[in-house]
């Protein structure tokens, strides 16, 4: 039986208003047993409104909404995605207090949609109230919200407001109880730091940001600390060298240190940002022990990540400093027992070249490269092969020809058939850097014996470096 005071049946047309049909309809999807259809049913929201008009929307509609749905969060997600476009609908800004008196929890997408359009005064009285509950919910997705609209939140309402409300809030949201929160939170440190009124940035940081920051360096969980490792390193531009030295470099060491691999290699990526600050010289005294230590780490992605890192290391650190700190661990990764660590070492040299130049290269690396050719041990003899490839473009046609290609040359008579046919393959690889003459005379007869090699694999890979290299 239709009930005429119950906004439901009067919004569903029970005084004979067919053209209100479909929103019964719809009302039913809104209250279905199947999330998917309520999803659906939310998206249609605003055809609703429209036929409603505004008044009803208002007075109908929107306490409808409230009243009925206590629901699944990813419902009251679409709800507040549907609302936060919703002011026109119930009448433009002056009507904007009773979309966000609706519906708690979607009031935070709400919040920044709406302050955008409001003018400063009425921000306080009208948005600010929803927000501090939304800062405090009990609900830890509403929180969470409020964590990842933060930085809009701090724009849209100006730096009043921020002074006074956001930070207290957002030194909260760092200490929530929930990771998810704190992750959100952490996340958006910088770019909260740099958004703060200049005049009294540093002290807002120093005094109630930075004590939050240092309790997440330890948190217990790997999420928010890697959230934090990402956006850290960017307060030291904000804070400068000084509190940089005194403050953040401990933080930046202890998660160096971090036991977590994701959080250690988000402070390596943002090491320039630092040295941009304090200078090479107090960045190596205080991290680079750190980054040694990583390097020789006993788990072998420790390692790999660190040398991914090694070039951008490099360019910030510059040659002097890499020769004298850096190089002898470059060069114990090419006969690490893992093939991926070799591999990625490999790769690591030919960037140094392409960083530092053929001459560098001629000094420091070629030597001990090609010093590995008589190593006992075969796969560090192929190390040598495979560093030859990746570094021979970089070197160039001189000191490939002087130096790198008598060495494979020589390799063509090793006793494991891994080898010679790795000697082929690297032939056909720098063949391309060598002049005619070199090909001709040295390279050919080598090849041309290696095809006629008792094994298989040599003979394959040494016909083709002649085909390719047009030896025939």
């Not at 969060?73 to 002056?94: C, H, I, R, S």
């Not at 957002?170 to 200490?175: I, P, R, S």
């Not at 030919?350 to 053929?358: H, I, S, T």
Request: contains cysteine; proline residues 4%.
């Amino acid at each position: 039986v239709a009930d005429c005071c119950n906004p439901v049946s009067k919004m569903a047309g029970a005084d004979g208003d067919d053209s209100l049909y479909p929103i019964a309809v719809l009302i039913d999807e809104l209250r279905n047993e199947d999330v998917q259809l309520r999803l659906n049913s939310i998206k249609k929201l605003s055809t609703i409104a429209l036929a409603l008009g505004v008044e009803r929307t208002r007075t109908e509609l929107l306490p409808f909404l409230t009243d009925t749905i206590y629901d699944e969060d990813e419902v009251l997600l679409a709800l507040a995605e549907q609302l936060g476009n919703f002011t026109m609908l119930v009448g433009g800004p002056e009507y904007v207090h009773c979309l966000l008196d609706s519906v708690r929890l979607l009031a935070v997408e709400a919040c920044v949609s709406i302050a955008t359009l409001l003018p400063q005064e009425d921000l306080e009285t009208l948005v600010m109230p929803t927000l501090r509950q939304a800062a405090e919910d009990k609900s830890w997705r509403v929180r969470y919200m409020v964590a990842d609209k933060f930085s809009e939140l701090q724009k849209a309402v100006g730096p009043e407001i921020t002074k006074n409300d956001l930070v207290p809030a957002f030194q909260n949201l760092l200490k929530d109880c929930e990771a998810e929160v704190r992750a959100a939170a952490a996340n958006k440190v910088k770019e909260f730091c740099e958004n703060l009124p200049e005049d009294n940035r540093e002290q807002i940081i120093m005094t109630h940001i930075l004590p939050c920051v240092k309790e997440l360096v330890s948190d217990t969980n790997q999420h928010v600390k890697s959230a934090l490792a990402s956006v850290i390193m960017g307060l030291s531009t904000i804070l400068g060298k000084d509190n940089t030295i005194e403050h953040l470099l401990p933080l930046f060491l202890a998660q160096l240190k971090d036991e977590c691999p994701e959080v250690r290699l988000n402070i390596i990526s943002n090491l320039d940002c630092v040295n941009e600050v304090i200078g090479i010289r107090q960045l190596s005294q205080s991290l680079l022990p750190a980054i040694v230590e990583l390097a020789e780490d006993a788990k072998w992605r420790v390692r790999l990540a660190i040398i991914e890192y090694m070039p951008l290391l490099a360019g910030q650190l510059g040659v002097e400093f890499f020769d004298e700190k850096l190089n002898t661990l470059c060069m114990a990764w090419l006969i690490d027992h893992v093939y991926a660590i070799r591999e990625a070492a490999t790769c690591n040299l030919m960037k140094l070249v392409e960083k530092f130049g053929a001459e560098w290269a001629q000094n420091t690396i070629v030597p001990k490269v090609l010093g590995m050719a008589n190593d006992p041990n075969y796969l560090h003899r192929m190390t040598t092969l495979f560093c030859i490839n990746a570094l021979s473009e970089a070197c160039g046609q001189e000191i490939t020809t002087k130096q790198m290609l008598p060495v494979v040359l020589k390799m063509s008579n090793d006793q494991v058939a891994n080898v010679r046919f790795n000697v082929a393959k690297s032939l056909q690889k720098i063949g391309p850097v060598l002049d005619s003459n070199a090909l001709q005379t040295e390279v050919k007869p080598v090849l041309e014996k290696l095809a006629t090699d008792t094994d298989m694999d040599v003979k394959y890979f040494a016909q083709e470096a002649i085909s390719v290299l047009a030896l025939a």
